[in-house]
T-cell receptor
Framework: DSGVTQTPKHLITATGQRVTLRCSPR?????VYWYQQSLDQGLQFLIQ???????AKGNILERFSAQQFPDLHSELNLSSLELGDSALYFC??????????????FGPGTRLTVL | DAKTTQPNSMESNEEEPVHLPCNHS???????IHWYRQLPSQGPEYVIH???SNVNNRMASLAIAEDRKSSTLILHRATLRDAAVYYC?????????????FGEGTQLTVNP
């Protein structure tokens, strides 16, 4: 158990819909990362937040957005869903972001299926 | 980011050592070498990291070539629970920041 929690575990929805994925980082970790894992793209970094502020952006679509709240939990919002958005979405938190030696702790993931 | 090259798959027998290679010929002097693994149906999990010297922890050992163009993750006694995809990742603060850039990884199969 990494200490990172994600809800829901599974999500099935239809094209065009909007969903929200939730992540609670490990106690004391200020930084949250979102990654997407699909069969064709592998594991890809989407976005990072640190203490409520966006820190880095990766291959995140404009239809996707995220935020980190004062209690440090984070939400990833996916809108106008397409079939290709079906994937596993992982959240990770870090014990010492900004260094090259920090460890990222990953949650169990949310499996999104778009029908 | 500097690229890494790993074999697509490797096989091992239970209780035998496993050496997982990673080539990173374009590594720069400040790149750290990290290894993560992903067990079936789970999120990735940190294994070990190093810069120049060999490193040991409770999970594995990391052997880094003198020229740093390659490294090897060593599992001293493989168990069935070690069956996973192993990712070798270079972390360069200038270009990648805190993000992890995952490649294809090596699928390790452990035979009983």
């Amino acid at each position: 158990d990494s200490g990172v929690t994600q809800t829901p575990k599974h999500l099935i929805t239809a094209t065009g819909q909007r969903v929200t994925l939730r992540c609670s980082p490990r106690s004391g970790d200020l930084s949250v990362y979102w990654y997407q894992q699909s069969l064709d793209q592998g594991l890809q970094f989407l976005i990072q937040y640190y203490n409520g502020e966006e820190r880095a952006k990766g291959n995140i679509l404009e239809r996707f957005s995220a935020q980190q709240f004062p209690d440090l939990h984070s939400e990833l919002n996916l809108s106008s869903l397409e079939l290709g958005d079906s994937a596993l979405y992982f959240c990770a938190s870090s014990d010492d972001p900004g260094t090259l030696t920090d460890t990222q702790y990953f949650g169990p993931g949310t499996r999104l299926t778009v029908l | 980011d500097a690229k890494t090259t790993q074999p697509n798959s490797m096989e091992s027998n239970e209780e035998e050592p496993v050496h997982l290679p990673c080539n990173h010929s374009t590594i720069s002097g400040t790149d750290y070498i990290h290894w993560y693994r992903q067990l079936p149906s789970q999120g990735p999990e940190y294994v070990i990291h190093g810069l120049t010297s060999n490193v040991n922890n409770r999970m594995a050992s990391l052997a880094i070539a003198e020229d740093r163009k390659s490294s090897t993750l060593i599992l001293h006694r493989a168990t069935l629970r070690d069956a996973a995809v192993y990712y070798c990742i270079l972390r360069d603060g200038e270009t990648s920041g805190s993000r992890l850039t995952f490649g294809e990884g090596t699928q390790l199969t452990v035979n009983p």
